[in-house]
């Protein structure tokens, strides 16, 4: 299984916006049907919601791949004290 590592610009990245701007899928169209197919997880757990706020610290899985979602550099949280 190949591993991807995904920097957030913000709070959140919505499920299907995640699949696109890691080139998984060709258009939001096809991310969101695959969503609503079952063929992607959110921390092992189907996730069906085409929208779901994707935050730091999930890891997204969809045919072989997995997407580790890390902070924003640039956020507050990701600063250590």
Same mark, same amino acid.
Do not use: C
């Given at each position: 299984?190949?591993?991807?590592?995904? +920097?957030?610009?913000?709070?959140?990245?919505?499920?299907?916006?995640?699949?696109? #701007?890691?080139?998984?899928? +060709?258009?939001?169209? %096809? #991310? %969101?049907?695959?969503?609503?197919?079952?063929? $992607?997880? $959110?921390?092992?757990?189907? +996730?069906?919601?085409?929208? !779901?706020?994707? %935050? #730091?610290?999930? $890891?997204?899985?969809?045919?072989?791949? %997995?997407?580790? $979602?890390? #902070?924003?550099?640039?956020?507050?949280? !990701?600063?250590?004290?």
């Amino acid at each position: 299984m190949s591993q991807i590592e995904f +920097e957030l610009r913000g709070e959140y990245i919505e499920l299907d916006k995640l699949l696109k #701007a890691n080139g998984l899928v +060709e258009s939001g169209g %096809r #991310a %969101r049907v695959l969503i609503s197919e079952g063929h $992607v997880q $959110v921390n092992g757990q189907d +996730e069906l919601r085409k929208t !779901a706020k994707i %935050r #730091a610290g999930q $890891v997204v899985s969809m045919h072989g791949v %997995r997407i580790k $979602v890390l #902070a924003d550099p640039l956020s507050n949280e !990701a600063v250590l004290p």
